[in-house]
């Protein structure tokens, strides 16, 4: 599996996604500047965490508007795989790539901590080495994570089965109106969804931090596991 | 009337902080009237905060060397081989002022300072921890502040990707008008390629990289360097603004051109930005340098020398270069979107030359600004003795003394703050805020851990400095040694009241003391660190308070197989060994302040052969593999210790009677230092006799099992229970 990391000024989970790619695929992340206009051939591109260029405007809005972002949309077009962690997620969202938008945390602090997740579809290239139900914890930071969308949209997502993860408690269960496992707020719990084609994943928490158990666990490895799996080509 | 028009005389020069001595000497020196811009150099080096002129004398008397130690004090932050070829480069830095006036701004730019340190001598930073000190969580500011200094902690360190893995944090009336903010930052560099600041090579190109210069946070040095009265708010305009994502930038971008050879030295411009910056650049390297600040990147129009040689805008660098490479390094900036500006050259003169607009602004020898800087030898008082620690009695018995303990502000879990901190970015964190007694991280492409801690009683201090300063550094060696690493050195960042008071001296020289014998003993240097003075606070009436005296030592240790490592989470079974002498020693006990409401006694004795002794067995079964999970003693004492690693673990154990002799509350809460608990899973027995042959004491303590904490009388407290305790406190402050 070839992969790609897209590096904007002020990222900086770039390279905790890249030991996740690294250690699953046994070759190193091609690193994509902001600024290229072309890309090499990839099977998966991944937009990752930070701030990109301070995230001083809504997160993301700046990042969507790059000469990247061109590219990267045109990947999509030609039916690319692409995740997108944490402020990826935003960029996807304010490229239109992704449904929704990311709000402002709840409690309205920045938000660093472990959650737990609920799998809601193993039906995705993201999700196959889970079970639907299966529970997995994961780090969080982000000071923007609450998902909001319009109703039709909710609908639709909900009705496709286009949630690919909700905040849970450790013991699975999801509740939107619980602070303490819903941490940020999110409409249904909602932590990470998928794009009509299936290809297109963003998720605010970061299964690239939990890959070794040195550092506390592997939780986050059935989703590049699963990647590599499904892109190999 | 603007500073530009002001007449220079020893009134101005007052109220820049000099001394009508000091005065006289800038007259001896210059032959002449200064020009505003002269004095403003003058003043701003010569400031305690640049000058360190109270504390020189001192600070020469602690132990700085060791066979790891690449560069000790004296460059931007100290240097420690950690093996493979590796270094890590640590400081730690205050800045306390600012975050009382502005703490939101404060507290960010005291993070992006610190980090300057250490990127500008060639390391990736690879952690952050910060020591805070409040005032009495009762004071309605206390609360605003905390929220402004945790927010801008987080808002910095999480956008710059670097984590902040551990720190600590007290309360105490005595920080009410005066927080402390000391903020330290580790980085890893190749030992062949760091970056030095002494200046070199006539004729080459002066570079200023980074941010815009604009009129923020002129005279913060100064500032910095001065009691606060009540009108000390109004003094906002002197603190600076940050920008992480520039910082961000400005990491990559530096680390970028440090892979390649263009770079002669290199230094941030932190407190007096330009002025100190070119001044000690050139100084270190004996040569001269000529500035043309019309090629300064200014941000806004009209700005004089003055202001432009004061300035402490943040996020900017300053950079001798090699003029063959000035294209290539020129590039590297441009790609990042960052200022690169040529703004003069080095020179033979042994001069700093400044010209603006045609004129030359200043012109001052470098040799006699450092040399002929003030060092004073302040006037030392004899020590107060501390005060009688009173009779002992216990009101309310072990179970509820624990409780009230767990949930005071000094003991409560900092959850509530480490929540507000990314502590995973570069997914390198094997133990975050909570794990363990020090903060590992890993290096990225080794096997390599770091162990990070910063530790300081202050009531201990304030009772005995010089048991404070030795207990100060030998926590955090306990701290590290704890989770498995071997200490290898300290950074210290000292924060005293006003200098000039011989009682205030008194508390610092002794606290030196105590911290340089701990070092010597325990072989763990000081390779770098900050003073902060006048640390007070002017109330309406005349009268002062000073803060307690807090030696804040900031620690790093190191291990080989970063695997080895242990946290203090409790194991599912197994038995809890207690290593070291237990005396019940009360005296500025948790116990006391929380139960019987004093602040009386000695601070505890700290036995440095016995820290030695009973450290190094400890660390020895660690590497063993012996070791399930270590926690030191410290705060609050033994069941405190014992309720954190059940909390940490979500398991309970059976507490075996003390039958010492001591009075149940000493021998439960008492703070003897030099004292470990260990999880063991397998063979206590024959751990404890290896102690026994090595002169270390050690006893099983509890049985390791259930879902409570089972006291010697028979009661049982849930773990439930004392989290519901341990967590009440933050949450209760700040959201209610």
Sequence with gaps: ?233 | MTAAQKTVDAALAREFGLSDEEYGRVLTIMGRTPSLTELGVFSVMWSEHCSYKSSRKWLRTLPTTAPWVIHGPGENAGVVDIGEGLAAIFKMESHNHPSFIEPYQGAATGVGGILRDVFTMGARPVANLNALRFGSPENPRTRQIVDGVVRGIGGYGNCVGVPTVGGEVNFHPAYDGNPLVNAMTVGVARQDRIFLSAAAGVGNPVVYVGSKTGRDGIHGATMSSAEFDENALAKRPTVQVGDPFVEKLLIEACLELMATDAIVAIQDMGAAGLTSSSVEMAGKGGVGIDLDLDAVPQREPGMTAYEMMLSESQERMLMVLKPERTELARAVFEKWELDFAVVGHLTDTGRIVVRHRGAVEADIPLDPLADQAPIYDRPVAPLAAPEELGPIHDPIGLEQSLLRLIGCPDLASRAWIWNQYDSAVGGQTVRRPGGADAAVVKIEGSEIGLALTTDCTPRYCRANPRSGGAQAVAEAWRNITATGAKPLAVTDNLNFGNPEKPEIMAQFVAAIEGMGEACRVLDFPVVSGNVSLYNETRNPDGSTQAILPTPAIGALGVLSDVRKTVGLALPKSGVLVLVGETGGHLGQSLWLREVLGRETGDAPVVDLEREKRNGDFVRERIAAGEVTACHDLSDGGLLVAVAEMAMAGGVGCVLQSAETGIRPEAFWFGEDQARYLVAIEGDADALIARAKAQSVSARVIATIGGDGLTLPNGATISIARLRSANEAFFPGLMEA
């Design chain 1, 1 to 233: 599996m070839k992969t790609g990391i897209v590096v904007f000024p002020g990222t900086n989970r770039e390279r905790d996604m890249a030991i996740a790619l690294h250690g699953v695929t046994g070759r190193k992340p091609e690193m994509l500047w902001h600024r290229d206009t072309t890309l090499p051939d990839l099977d998966l591109i991944v937009l990752p965490g930070g701030f990109s260029y301070g995230d001083y405007l809504r997160c993301g809005a700046m990042a969507a508007h790059s000469p990247i972002m061109r590219e990267v949309k045109a990947f999509a077009e030609r039916g690319g795989h692409i995740l997108g962690v944490c402020n990826g997620f935003q960029i996807l969202t304010e490229a239109g790539l992704l449904p929704g938008a990311l709000l402002r945390n709840g409690g309205m602090r920045f938000l660093s901590q472990d959650c737990y997740l609920r799998v809601e579809t193993s039906e995705t290239p993201f999700t196959r080495h889970w079970k639907k139900g299966d529970v997995f914890r994961a780090p969080l930071a982000h000071g923007d994570g609450n998902y909001a969308c319009d109703a039709e949209t909710l609908a639709e997502l909900e009705g496709e089965g286009r949630v690919a993860f909700r905040y849970a408690s450790a013991g699975g269960v999801v509740d939107a109106s619980d602070r303490a496992s819903n941490l940020n707020g999110s409409v249904n719990a909602i932590a990470g969804v998928i794009s009509a084609n299936n290809r297109i994943c963003g998720m605010m928490p970061h299964p690239e931090d939990l890959v070794d158990p040195l550092m506390g666990g592997v939780d986050g490895k059935p989703l590049f596991d699963g990647l590599v799996e499904a892109l190999v080509r």
